[in-house]
């Protein structure tokens, strides 16, 4: 299979070392018949594992009833995926005031969002010309963004990704963007000033390693934008869907952001990813804006509404926070040279290293039968399943010390 991959694919992925052919709740197996606990979830993804029954059937019942509509019909798993949506986006007074609209994957919402700004303030600044008023520099052509940051690979969603290796080979983006500091409230309230269109940043930065902001930054982020007329964008793309305990990240910090966007977890396996406007901002696109042919798909609604149903029937979220403190703990307790500590939230950690060595971590992880992910040089990432048992996170723990023993030899015979 790897001669053929070669053969027939473009190489930006780089060669994968294995080939899974089958799963079953958080394990799979590979063409050579070896077994893994999946602690990465196709990153950050596959919210019920792999084969679930519930997320089964539904895909199995849609397909079989209609796979494909395009945007010129409506049908009852979108409409019902966006209400639940916004459900859940509520408060206990009801949903929240918004709109959603539906794309194929995270890149796609944030395209969206990129579009649903600039077309806020060009119809603001249209509608002062209208009224015979005068160029009062009101003109907002800046987005603000944060350093190593991520939000998709797509010309757009690139522009405001603050990783400068996988930016600047693709410049320019026909986006003003500035990037500040991640966690530094001062350099992002004197960012987002008169000409920011808007702001756009993750609660924690999934890409860079897991990294939380400290205490209050996304309130901040938030007087920010309202003081200076900026729209906040908030990137759930890695952290909605449960994955920190919370349906929606930003929820236990009380923020509410103008446009949110989502995918990953959202569909369980199946491609999917929404933009979320609130308020007035749910209805800046009018008719003919945007579109998406695929998007919607009702295939990948059905499946989102039995993850979300799932997750609350079988109290996810409660899982995500035990389990996800088990993890961290077991981690933090674990002695070790190659072992700093522990970060994240929930089902989304990182095992720092003392050392660039994730990429033999990963590796000896895989020879003990687990996958994770090398997100970062000195940086581990977990991000399993929602459904991942105690037992199974116990498992992992057991053999972490022999697994960072592995990845110090390799690093050592290398």
């Known amino acids: 299979m790897q001669k053929r991959f070669a053969a027939a694919l473009m190489p930006n992925y780089g060669l994968p070392q294995v080939a899974l052919t089958r799963g079953e709740g958080c394990r799979v197996w590979d063409a050579d018949g070896r077994e893994y606990l999946d602690l990465f979830a196709g990153i950050a993804v596959s919210s019920l594992g792999h084969a679930h029954p519930a997320l089964t059937a539904a895909v199995t019942r849609q397909v079989s009833a209609l796979a494909h509509t395009s945007n010129l019909f409506m049908h009852e798993p979108g409409i019902a995926l966006a209400e639940r949506t916004l459900a859940l986006l509520g408060t206990g007074e009801g949903p929240a005031d918004a709109r959603v609209f539906f794309a194929n994957s995270g890149a796609e919402a944030n395209e969206a969002a990129i579009k649903l700004v600039r077309r806020y303030h060009g119809q603001r600044d249209q509608g002062r010309r209208d009224q015979g008023q005068r160029d009062q520099g009101q003109h907002r052509a800046v987005m603000v963004a944060t350093e190593n940051g991520f939000h998709g690979r797509t010309?757009?969603?690139?522009?405001?990704?603050?990783?400068?290796?996988?930016?600047?080979?693709?410049?320019?983006?026909?986006?003003?963007?500035?990037?500040?500091?991640?966690?530094?409230a001062d350099a992002l309230r004197a960012a987002a000033g008169p000409g920011c269109a808007a702001v756009f940043v993750e609660p924690c930065q999934g890409e860079a390693g897991v990294?939380?902001?400290?205490?209050?930054?996304?309130?901040?982020?938030?007087?920010?934008?309202?003081?200076?007329?900026?729209?906040?964008?908030?990137?759930?793309?890695?952290?909605?869907?449960?994955?920190?305990?919370?349906?929606?990240?930003?929820?236990?910090?009380?923020v509410t952001p103008d446009v949110l966007t989502l995918a990953k977890g959202l569909g369980g396996g199946l491609p999917i990813g929404a933009c979320v406007g609130f308020g007035e901002f749910g209805s800046v696109l009018g008719k003919g804006d945007h579109g998406s042919t695929f998007g919607a798909n009702p295939v990948s609604c059905a499946a989102a509404l039995a993850v979300l149903e799932t997750i609350e029937a079988d109290g996810l979220l409660a899982a995500a926070t035990a389990v996800g403190q088990q993890l961290s703990d077991g981690i933090a307790a674990v002695s070790h040279p190659l072992l700093a500590g522990v970060r994240g939230q929930g089902l989304w950690l990182a095992a720092i290293l003392t050392e660039d060595a994730a990429a033999d971590a990963e590796a000896a992880a895989r020879r003990a039968g687990f996958l994770v992910n090398a997100v970062q040089p000195d940086a581990i990432r977990l991000a399993p399943p929602l459904i991942i048992t105690a037992a199974q996170a116990s498992a992992f723990l057991t053999a972490l010390p022999h697994i960072l023993d592995d990845a110090a030899a390799a690093r050592e015979a290398s």
């Not at 410049?171 to 500035?178: E, K, M, N, Y």
């Open 155 to 184: 010309m757009g969603a690139l522009a405001l990704t603050g990783k400068a290796s996988i930016r600047e080979p693709f410049g320019p983006f026909g986006i003003d963007v500035r990037f500040v500091p991640y966690g530094d």
């Open 211 to 254: 990294i939380p902001p400290p205490p209050g930054y996304l309130r901040a982020a938030r007087e920010a934008c309202d003081d200076s007329g900026a729209l906040l964008v908030i990137d759930e793309i890695q952290s909605g869907i449960g994955r920190t305990g919370h349906w929606f990240a930003h929820q236990a910090e009380g």
